[in-house]
């Protein structure tokens, strides 16, 4: 899993949803704490991406990247 702190515009979603896996920098965007997050987290880590505003969230489930359709609306 990476983040693309480049495009994350401090929503800190997925710092709220999964902070074992996520956490800001002294500016706010997204840092990764844990690229390889236990399986236990695995549906949060998926929700955080899902909320992300700005899809920076990337995530590799067993060797294959998770896509997000355009047209899929953010979890809440």
Do not use: K, W
């Not at 899993?1 to 996520?22: E, G, I, K, N, Q």
């Amino acid at each position: 899993m990476t983040a693309d702190s480049t495009t994350c515009v401090t929503s800190s979603l997925c710092v709220y949803r999964v902070p074992d896996v996520f956490d800001q920098d002294a500016e706010g965007r997204v840092v990764v704490l844990d690229a390889d997050p236990p399986v236990a987290l695995q549906h949060e880590v998926l929700r955080a991406r899902r909320g992300c505003p700005t899809r920076s969230i990337h995530v590799e489930l067993n060797g294959v990247v998770v896509e997000d359709p355009a047209s899929e609306a953010p979890a809440t």
